[in-house]
């Protein structure tokens, strides 16, 4: 029988060599099943525990375990990739929160919730990213699409259930939930301006005024100067 030092390395080699998360059953398989899952958790605390003092932990996550940087180490890691993370806009982190907390939920839903069109081009960017996806349809008119959050996105917020999402402060702000996470911290919502024209049009009707005012106050520079300023 394998002794427990050796099934820690073997272990910690796979978790530190797989990609993505690796959940109980693909860690059994590295032990042809022999051990089980009480004992697996033990060595997986065992683990956590060797890794307390390190810029890495091991930590479980919807889809499985893994071994992933500690938030403090976060601000030294992106010095090596100074390139700006991928911008939200107010409309898409307004969207995800919706879908966060009141899934199943179709579009007619969240439109009712922020009082505004939604552009499908923020559901897709969403989805694009993995983080929402259809898991059904209403047994009503038109028979909608229902959509929820995926494991990747708890995944990729450090969560292993929706359960440890933030309690809502303010139900009418349910983003403010999702900002209050480590993870979303460096998620900013991008400037009503720079977002695509048809991102635009899904952001609330006062944001849309104020990005339009700003750009209508940008001089053209090919017009022809006003002839009461010249001399």
């Known amino acids: 029988m394998m002794n427990t030092q050796h099934a820690r390395r073997v272990l910690e080699t796979a978790l530190i060599c797989s990609a993505q998360p690796l959940p109980m059953r693909e860690l059994r398989v ?16 065992d683990i956590s525990t060797e890794w307390a003092q390190r810029g890495v932990e091991l930590v479980q996550v919807a889809s499985g375990w893994r071994f992933q940087s500690r938030p403090e180490m976060r601000e030294y890691l992106d010095r090596l990739h100074p390139e700006k993370p991928p911008k939200y806009t107010r409309a898409g982190l307004e969207t995800l929160a919706i879908i966060a907390y009141r899934q199943p939920v179709t579009r007619g839903d969240m439109e009712d919730i922020r009082g505004v069109t939604i552009n499908t081009t923020v559901i897709k960017q969403l989805e694009d990213r993995g983080w ?23 995944d990729d917020l450090g969560l292993t259930s929706l359960d440890q999402l933030p309690a809502l402060q303010d139900p009418h702000a349910p983003e403010m939930g ?54």
């Open 30 to 45: 590295l032990f042809n099943e022999e051990l089980g899952v009480d004992t697996l958790r033990t060595l997986l605390d």
């Open 132 to 154: 929402v996806e259809v898991i059904g349809h209403r047994e009503t008119v038109g028979r909608p699409a229902l959509y929820a959050t995926t494991r990747q996105f708890l």
């Open 178 to 231: 999702l900002q209050s996470l480590p993870g979303f911290e460096d998620l900013p919502a991008s400037d009503p301006i720079d977002a695509p024209q048809d991102v635009q049009d899904a952001l609330p009707l006062e944001i849309q005024t104020q990005a339009e005012g700003v750009a209508t106050q940008q001089p053209d520079s090919g017009s022809e100067p006003d002839p009461q300023i010249q001399a």
